[in-house]
DNA sequence: GAGTCCGCATGACATCTGTCATGCGGACTC
DNA sequence: GAGTCCGCATGACAGATGTCATGCGGACTC
C-alpha cells in the first residue's frame, strides 16, 4: 500500500484528487495540506512514502518543500503537480530532487500509475515539458547577467539594482544591455521576462 | 435536477470535479470540455442550466465563453471557478453577465451549493475577490491612458506605441507619464502591471 | 611561461524616456 | 453666453538608459 500525502492550496481540487485516489487499491491518501508550511509539517509526522505536491502554493512553494523533505524526510519520495508550469519551474524542481513532474492536464489514472512509478524508485517528467526545456537549452547568460536581471524583474530602476548590488550604475546597465542581446531583447523588462520564462532566472 | 456543462483544460481536476459533482442527487454532469472552443459547441448542443467555466482555458478564456453562451443559449446561467484571480478577472467576468465567480479554494460541498444558487437565479459571488475588486475601486485613468498602458505591457518602446497608437512619441510619453503618476509608479514596466491587477486595462 | 579567451567592472557618449509648460476643444455649471 | 474644468495632444528640456571602448584578472591550452 503506497501512502500519499496530498498538498494543494486549492481545496476543491485537494478534495478531488483525495477521492479519485482512494478508488485506486494500492494507494491510500494518509495526509492533506493546503500549505506549503502545513505540507512540510505533515510530511515530518506521517512520513509517507509519495508527496504530491502542488507547485503554487502560499508561504512555501511545492519545490521547497520536497528539497525539505528529501533532508528530513529520506525516505519519501516528492513529485509536484502543477497547473501552468514553464520549463524553469521544471529545472529547479529536478535539481531539488523531485522525481515526477506533471501537468494537471494528465487523467486520474495516469496520475495514479505515475505515483507508483515515484513509489518504486522511477522517475516521470510530462513529455512537453520536457522538450521545453531541452528547447529553452542552456543558460547564455552569466551569473552576474542573471542576478542583474532578477534584480531588474520588478521594474526597479537601475540606481537601484546598483545600490543593491554594490556596483556601479554603469556596470549594471552594462550587464543588463549584455543580457538583453544574448536573449534578443529589446530593453531590459522584456529579457527579465524571457529569461524568466526559459528558467533561466 | 440541474444538468451542468464542466470546461476545465486540466484534465485532472475536471474528471476530478465530475465525480465530485455526481455524488450530488440533483446535479448531472452532462457535458465536458477541455478547451474554451469545445465548451462553446457543448453549450450550444446540450443547453445546460449552468456551465461551469474555468477562467484560463486554451482558445477562448471562460469570460468569453460566458459572453458567447449568454447570446445563444440564454436560459444557460455561467459561473467561473479559477485559480489565482485578480480583481480585474472578476470585473470583466460580471460585466460579461457571469453570475458566480469562485476561487478553486472553496469545498466541493460548497461549489455544489453556488450551482445551486447560480441555478435559482442567484448570483454569488467569492468575498474575499469582492473585497479586492472594491478595495481597488474605479480607475482613475482617463480611456488613452489605459490603452497606451495596454499597448506597453508587452515592454515595447515608446516609438513603437506611438506608431501603433498613430500618435507623437511624446504624447506617447505624457500619458504614460501620467498614468504612472496616479498608479504612484517609478514607471510605465510596473504601471501597466499594477494595472492589469487592478483590473483596470 | 606565453598566449588566448572569458567574465567582471568602469566611465564616456549618444539615445531614449519622463516631466513640464502650453494650447485646443468639448462638457458642464451658473 | 461666460467661466471653468477636464481630456487630448504636442514639443522642449533634463535626467535616466543603453552602447561602446577599455582594462584587469583568473582559467585553460599549447
Known sequence: MIRVLLADDEHLIRGALASLLALEDDITVVAEAGSGDEALAM?????????????????????????????????????????????GALKQALAAGVRGFVPKTVSARRLAEIIRTVH?????????????????????????????????????PVAEIASRAALSPGTVRNYLSAAAAKLGAENRHVAARIARERGWL
Chains 1, 2 share one sequence.
Open 120 to 156: 518504486t524508485d522511477g522517475r516521470y517528467v510530462d513529455h512537453e515539458l520536457a522538450a521545453d526545456a531541452i528547447a529553452a537549452g542552456e543558460s547564455p547568460l552569466t551569473p552576474r547577467e542573471a542576478e542583474m536581471l532578477s534584480l531588474a524583474e520588478d521594474g526597479a
Open 43 to 87: 510530511g515530518r509526522a506521517h512520513r509517507p512514502d509519495v508527496a504530491v505536491l502542488d507547485l503554487r502554493m502560499p508561504g512555501r512553494d511545492g519545490v521547497s518543500v520536497a528539497a525539505r523533505l528529501r533532508e528530513e524526510v529520506p525516505e519519501c519520495a516528492s513529485m509536484i503537480v502543477t497547473s501552468h508550469a514553464g520549463a
